[in-house]
């Protein structure tokens, strides 16, 4: 597959993509994204919706990577920034297939010491084990009212959880 951003409808999703909370853009290598979509079986035309977010697949609520380029499919999530693996220079991509999700859940909590608050999306899979976790985080200030932020930051993980959840209800 060519560069991502060839598909106009693509590329107009991504461009109405705005930061929310502490998840800013990232810079992407879009023909390595095209290449990471190619290989992972799905196409830019198959594309639901975007967001920039964090991607975890550690049990433990504070083991969040980096924000990433979030990809919400008819056939599961897609999280991606076009790299290449260093060894192998396959593209560097990671999938739930919503096949293998038996919960979909919200998550949120407040770390107190450093006013950080996460809201998220858990996927689990047979036996509970975690298949992955899509996280956004807003961090207060100390002074001043955090309110705008904050439900920000909560009604964008509400906005692409209700996508997920019209998907898996088909």
């Not at 504070?62 to 290449?84: A, Y």
């Not at 996460?118 to 976790?133: C, D, K, P, Q, S």
Request: charged letters at 25%; aromatic letters at 8%.
């Amino acid at each position: 597959m060519p560069n991502a951003l060839a598909d106009p409808e693509f590329r107009a999703m991504y461009s109405r993509l705005r930061p929310v909370g502490r998840e800013q853009p990232q810079s992407v290598d879009w023909n390595a994204y095209g290449d990471a979509l190619r290989v992972a079986g799905l196409t830019t035309r198959g594309i639901r919706t975007m967001t920039w977010a964090r991607f975890s697949e550690a049990p433990l609520g504070t083991l969040t990577e980096g924000t990433s380029l979030i990809g919400v499919f008819s056939d599961g999530i897609f999280e991606c920034l076009g790299r290449k693996r260093q060894m192998s220079r396959e593209p560097k991509y990671r999938l739930i297939d919503f096949s293998d999700v038996k919960t979909i859940g919200a998550v949120e909590h407040a770390i107190g010491d450093h006013r950080i608050f996460t809201f998220g999306v858990e996927f689990t899979g047979y036996g509970g084990v975690l298949l992955g976790r899509l996280e956004w985080h807003a961090q207060a200030q100390r002074l001043g009212d955090n309110r705008p932020a904050i439900l920000t930051t909560e009604r964008e993980r509400d906005r692409v959880l209700g996508m997920i959840r019209g998907i898996v209800a088909r």
